[in-house]
C-alpha cells in the first residue's frame, strides 16, 4: 500500500491529497464524520458519496439452500426486465462518479438470461462490474463470454470443503462441478493472459461446516481465490438457530471488554491452542489494530457508501430490507418489514440518493442511535423493525446483525 500525506495549512486545516479525497467523495462543503484512535485519525466516507449498487437480477435460483431465506418466504419469483435495467444504466450515467455494480441479491444471478448482456452494457460504463454465484451454471459458455464481457469480480458461495458438507447445505449442488467450473475459469483466465475476473470465495460458517474452513482456503491454490468472506449464518428457521456462532457473543456488549493488544506470532499448532483458551477465557476478545475502523454499531451499507436496487426497480438502503423476511434474534422471532425509498421508474438514482428522505435515513444510519436489540431484545419492539424504544421509527435497526458484524455482504 504506497503512503500518501496530506498537509497542515497555516491555518491549522488538514490538506487531503486530491486523489484521496475524490475516491471517498470528499468535496468541498461535505459533513465528514470523524473518529479518533489511540494513535490515528479515520476519515468515514461522506453519506452523500454513491460507491456501490447492488442490483438484484432476480429472486429465481436453481438450488434451495438451507441457509437461504427463500425457504420460507412466499414472495413470488421475479425478474428484472431490460427496461428496468436500462434505468439503472441511465442513472449511473448522470452521476459524477460511477460506482461499482455488484449483481447479487436474492436469486442466482446467471439464472437471468441476460445476466452476460448486463455486465457487458454495464462494463461500456467504464464501471467496476462484480457478482456473486453459486458456480452451478458457470458453464464453458458462460465463463467464456463472462470474461470477454469485462466481469472484475466473481463471489462464489461456497459452504463446505468436501462433497458431503457441500451438499449438506447447497441441496441439488453438486461441489465436483462447482470446482470443475471455477478450474475452467482459472485457465481460460491463464490462457488468455487477464486478470479478472479475480475469484472471491463467500463462506457460510456454522456449527455444521465450520471445521471444514482451513481446507477451504486452500482454494486460494486450487482456482486462484483472491478473496475470502467468512460470515455467520443468517437464522431463518429454529434448525439454523441450532448453528449459529455467536450465540453468547450476541449477548454481550462488547466495547465493555478489556483489550488485547496482539503482536505477530508463527501459525503454529502450540500458538493456535493457547490463543484458543485466552479466547474462551475472555468470552469476546477485542483486538486493538485494524478492527477499530469497522467498529460494532456501523451500517456497512452506509459506511461503503451502497445503495440496492431490487429485481422491480424498487430502491432499498440495503440488502436486508430488500425483502419482508423472518428470522431469530436468539429465540425470539423477528420479522424484518422491506423499506424503499423509491423506484427507478419513476426517479433518477441520484434523484433517489440525494432525496431529503435517503440523506436523513444515511444519517441517522452513520450515527446509529437505535436501541440495542441485539444485546437487549427483551420487549416486543425488538420482534420487528418498525419502531424502537428510542423513538425511532421504520426502519429502526437495532436488531440488525450486519450492524454488529455477525453477518456479512461481499
Not at 16 to 33: F, M
Not at 196 to 219: D, H, K, T, Y
Request: glycine share 8%; with cysteine; hydrophobic share 40%.
Amino acid at each position: 500500500m504506497r503512503a500518501l500525506y496530506g498537509r497542515v495549512d497555516d491555518e491549522g486545516n488538514l490538506r487531503i491529497p486530491t486523489e484521496i479525497a475524490r475516491a471517498i467523495g470528499l468535496e468541498p462543503g461535505a459533513h465528514v464524520k470523524l473518529s479518533t484512535l489511540r494513535d490515528g485519525l479515520v476519515v468515514h466516507r461522506p453519506i452523500m458519496q454513491l460507491a456501490r449498487v447492488y442490483v438484484e437480477p432476480t429472486t429465481a435460483c436453481n438450488l434451495h439452500c438451507r441457509t437461504c431465506m427463500r425457504s420460507i418466504w412466499n414472495e413470488p419469483i421475479g425478474y428484472m426486465e431490460w427496461h428496468t435495467f436500462g434505468r439503472i444504466l441511465e442513472g449511473i450515467r448522470g452521476l459524477d462518479q460511477r460506482p461499482t455494480l455488484f449483481f447479487g441479491g436474492l436469486g442466482e444471478p446467471l439464472i437471468h438470461p441476460e445476466f452476460v448482456r448486463m455486465v457487458g452494457e454495464a462494463k461500456r460504463l467504464n464501471v467496476q462490474v462484480e457478482a456473486i454465484t453459486n458456480g452451478m451454471l458457470l458453464d464453458e459458455a458462460r465463463t467464456a463470454a463472462l470474461l470477454d464481457a469485462g466481469l472484475g469480480t466473481l463471489w462464489v458461495s461456497i459452504d463446505g470443503a468436501s462433497p458431503e458438507c457441500y451438499a449438506d447445505v447447497r441441496r441439488e449442488g453438486e461441489w465436483r462441478r462447482v470446482m470443475e467450473n471455477l478450474e475452467r475459469l482459472r485457465d481460460l483466465k491463464i490462457e488468455k493472459r487477464s486478470e479478472a475476473p479475480e475469484i472471491g470465495v463467500s463462506f457460510v460458517a456454522m456449527q455444521r461446516n465450520l471445521a471444514e474452513l482451513p481446507e477451504l482456503l486452500r482454494l486460494e491454490h486450487r482456482i486462484g481465490a483472491r478473496k475470502f468472506l467468512v460470515t455467520n449464518v443468517y437464522p431463518h428457521t429454529p434448525a439454523l438457530l441450532e448453528e449459529i456462532l455467536y450465540r453468547r457473543s450476541i449477548g454481550e456488549l462488547l466495547w465493555g471488554r478489556s483489550t488485547i493488544r496482539m503482536a505477530r506470532m508463527d501459525p503454529g499448532r502450540r500458538c493456535a491452542g493457547i490463543l484458543e483458551n485466552v479466547i474462551q477465557g475472555l468470552y469476546t476478545p477485542r483486538l486493538e489494530g485494524v478492527e477499530l475502523l469497522w467498529p460494532v454499531d456501523t451500517c456497512p451499507f452506509v459506511a461503503r457508501g451502497s445503495t440496492c436496487v431490487r429485481w422491480d426497480g424498487a430502491v432499498s438502503p440495503c440488502v436486508p430490507l430488500l425483502h419482508t423476511h423472518e428470522s431469530y434474534l436468539e429465540d425470539r422471532v423477528r420479522t424484518t418489514t422491506a423499506h424503499t425509498i423509491g423506484s427507478v421508474h419513476e426517479q433518477t438514482l441520484r434523484e433517489i440518493w440525494m432525496s431529503p428522505e435517503y440523506v436523513a435515513l444515511r444519517q441517522r444510519l452513520q450515527d446509529f442511535d437505535f436501541s440495542p436489540c441485539t444485546a437487549c431484545n427483551s420487549c416486543e419492539k425488538a420482534d420487528g423493525n418498525q419502531e424502537d424504544c428510542f423513538g425511532n421509527t421504520t426502519p429502526a435497526c437495532g436488531g440488525c446483525l450486519w450492524a454488529q458484524g455477525f453477518i456479512q455482504c461481499p
